[in-house]
């Protein structure tokens, strides 16, 4: 037999913000110690997330079940993302990302929600465009690398730098992570 604790937390179970709360507050931050960028990016997508289950469902966001976060209604979600709020397909992807790391938490707290999280986590990501690879023309990059005044130590750094970013193809940040010993 059950007692009252024991029925009272099983009930509670049931609702989202019951899982959401445990899994930013007592997960991300307290077991984790994520970065508090990370911890916003996610708190973020459930704050959309709510807003969006709130006028689906026409519930109150603390009425919201585990459960009515279906598979359709996380396409549906992220699609309305895409749509409503201009969002890429990275972002989409990241809140995605966002909800099935959730979800795979909420089934090692809860082995009767297995089956729920398997079908979110199954959720595949779009795949984004891939983005064509441009470069200068010959007679851009000389024109580039004709700018810096190399008669003043600033412009002759410059030039340097250019001229090891072309024959490297070191991205700027990797340039920036040089020090003298590289």
């Known amino acids: ?15 989202l913000s019951y899982w959401v709360r445990r899994y930013l507050t007592d997960y991300m931050l307290a077991a984790k110690n994520l970065s508090r960028n990370t911890v916003r990016s996610y708190r973020d997508t459930f704050r959309l997330l709510v807003g969006y289950l709130r ?40 809140r995605l990302a966002a909800l099935q790391a959730f979800a795979k938490y909420v089934s090692m707290n809860s082995p009767e929600h297995m089956e729920w999280s398997r079908n979110i986590r199954n959720i595949p990501k779009k795949k984004a465009p891939k983005k064509m690879i441009t470069y200068l023309e010959k007679s ?43």
């Open 55 to 94: 006028d689906v469902c026409n519930k109150n966001p603390d009425k919201l079940h585990l459960q009515e976060l279906t598979i359709n209604v996380v396409s549906d979600f992220l699609d309305n993302q895409q749509e409503t709020r201009n969002v890429s397909v990275a972002t989409r992807n990241q």
């Open 1 to 15: 037999m059950q007692t009252p604790k024991q029925i009272n937390m099983n009930e509670k179970t049931i609702y």
């Open 140 to 182: 851009e990059m000389d024109a580039l690398l004709s700018l810096p005044d190399q008669r003043s130590a600033q412009g002759r750094r410059d030039y340097a730098l250019l001229i090891f970013l072309y024959n490297t193809g070191a991205r700027a940040e990797e340039a920036s992570d040089l020090n003298v010993s590289s």
